[in-house]
C-alpha cells in the first residue's frame, strides 16, 4: 500500500526525520491560509498523487507571491497527473502540499528497501540525488552505494559512518545522517514497510540535512496489524476495479492487453499470462481466485474481467485441488448469466472433480470453448481475441 507525502512526512516527524515546515491543503483558500500560516517569502506546491516525477510532469511548482502560489495549486486541483509513473490516464489530484523553501546546496538520495536475495534490509544511498536519479541507476550504478543491516545485530554505527563519507558529509552531517537512518529503521520494522525513499535528502546552505520528498510502501500482507497505516489508505489514487476485488479476497491487477486470465495460484497466473505472451497475446490483468474459493467469488471474478472494455477473450485456467473444477464451472455459468457476455471464453480445467467441471460447461449454447492442454487454451484465447 502507497501513502501520500504529506503523509509520509507526518511519520517521518513522529521518527525525528526532519521535514520541511508544510501544511495539506484541498481548496484555494486553504492554499492561500497555508502561505500566510508557514510565513517566509516563496513556497512551494506539491500535487498529492501516488507517482513519482511529479516535478517533470507539472506538479511540483515554486511560487514567490501568495497569487502565484494560489493559481499553481488550483491549476493542479481537479486535475488529473500524468507522470512516467502512471498510465495515460493518470491519477486525480483532490489535494496538495505547500511548504516553505530552503537554500539547496545540493541534492542526495537515500532509501531503506528489503533485498529479498540476501534476506536483509538495506540502506541504498548516492551523491546524485534528485529528478534523474533512475537515468543514475541505469547509467552509473557505481553512484549507488548500499549497507546491508544484519537482523541479529540492526543498524550499526559504521555503517552510518560509511554512507556519510560516501555522500561527502562533514562534521555534526555524520551524526545528522544517523539519526535520519536511525529514523528510517525503526519506520520500517515498526510499521511492517516494504521500501522508504527520500529523494532528495537536501543539504542547505547551512548544513542542514532535511528530506524534501518521502515516499513509504507498506506490506499489503501486514495491514491487518496497523490500522493506523491502513486508516491512511486513499482507495482513489487506485484502480477501481483493484479495489473491488479486495472486497471480495481477489487477487487482481490491470495490465494493457486484450485477453482476460482468471486463475487459481499466483504462480499458475504468471505462467499462464507468460504463455499468453508466447503464443503472441497480451494479457489484460492478473487474477488470482485463490486457492479456496466458491460460487460467489468465481462469479465476480469474472464479472470483474468482463467489465474491461479491452477484453476481447477469456482465459480460464484453473488446476482444481482445493477449489474444485465443478465449483469453477458453477461459477463462470452464474457469471455468464448474470452478465452479458459477448466475447469468447477458454476454459482448461484440471484436477479434482474435472470431469464434472467439463461437463457442466458441455453443450451450454453459449460462448465457451473447452481445452485440455494449456498450450492449446492460450493459442485458440489469441486466436479468437485476434478476430
Not at 45 to 50: E, G, I
Not at 171 to 190: E, N, P, R, T, V
Request: charged letters at 20%; hydrophobic letters at 45%.
Amino acid at each position: 500500500m502507497n501513502i501520500h507525502e504529506y503523509q509520509a512526512k507526518h511519520l517521518f516527524q513522529h521518527y525525528g526525520i526532519p521535514v520541511p515546515v508544510g501544511q495539506w491543503a484541498h481548496s484555494a483558500e486553504q492554499i492561500r491560509a497555508a502561505a500566510e500560516n508557514l510565513g517566509g517569502a516563496s513556497w512551494v506546491v506539491k500535487a498529492q498523487v501516488h507517482a513519482g516525477g511529479r516535478g517533470k510532469a507539472g506538479g511540483v511548482k515554486l511560487a514567490k507571491t501568495a497569487d502565484e502560489l494560489v493559481a499553481y495549486g488550483r491549476a493542479m486541483l481537479g486535475t488529473r497527473l500524468v507522470t512516467a509513473q502512471t498510465d495515460a490516464v493518470g491519477l486525480p489530484v483532490h489535494s496538495v502540499l505547500v511548504e516553505k523553501t530552503y537554500p539547496i546546496k545540493r541534492e542526495l538520495y537515500l532509501s531503506l528497501l528489503l533485498d529479498r536475495a540476501s534476506e536483509r534490509l538495506v540502506f541504498i544511498a548516492s551523491a546524485a540525488g534528485g529528478m534523474d536519479i533512475e537515468t543514475v541507476a541505469h547509467d552509473t550504478p557505481e553512484q549507488l552505494i548500499s549497507v546491508k543491516i544484519h537482523p541479529a545485530a540492526g543498524l550499526q554505527g559504521h555503517q552510518c559512518r560509511k554512507l556519510a563519507y560516501a555522500l561527502g558529509l562533514h562534521g555534526s552531517q555524520h551524526k545528522a545522517l544517523a539519526a535520519i537512518m536511525q529514523g528510517l529503521y525503526d519506520l520500517f520494522l515498526a510499521k511492517d514497510a516494504s521500501q522508504i525513499e527520500i529523494n532528495p535528502l537536501i543539504e542547505t546552505d547551512s548544513g542542514e540535512l532535511i528530506a524534501l520528498d518521502a515516499k513509504i510502501n507498506f506490506d499489503d500482507n501486514a495491514l491487518g496489524l496497523h490500522p493506523d497505516i491502513l486508516a491512511l489508505k486513499d482507495p482513489a489514487q487506485e484502480d477501481d476495479k483493484e479495489n473491488e476485488a479486495q472486497q471480495f479476497g481477489l487477487n487482481y491487477i490491470t495490465l494493457d492487453g486484450t485477453i482476460g486470465c482468471m486463475v487459481n495460484g499466483a504462480g499458475l497466473a504468471m505462467a499462464t499470462m507468460d504463455l499468453v505472451k508466447l503464443k503472441g497475446g497480451a494479457p489484460a490483468n492478473f487474477l488470482d481466485v485463490g486457492g479456496g474459493t466458491d460460487v460467489e467469488k468465481v462469479c465476480e471474478a469474472f464479472k470483474l474481467i468482463l467489465s474491461d472494455g479491452k477484453v476481447k477473450a477469456v482465459l480460464v485456467n484453473i488446476f482444481g485441488g482445493i477449489v474444485k473444477c465443478d465449483v469453477i464451472a458453477e461459477g463462470i455459468l452464474a457469471a455468464i448469466q448474470q452478465v452479458h457476455v459477448s466475447v469468447p471464453v477458454v476454459v482448461r480445467l484440471e484436477g479434482t472433480n474435472v470431469e464434472q467441471g467439463r461437463a457442466l460447461l458441455s453443450n451450454t449454447g453459449l460462448n465457451l470453448y473447452a481445452a485440455e492442454d494449456l498450450a492449446h487454451a492460450a493459442e485458440q484465447a489469441v486466436a479468437l481475441a485476434t478476430q
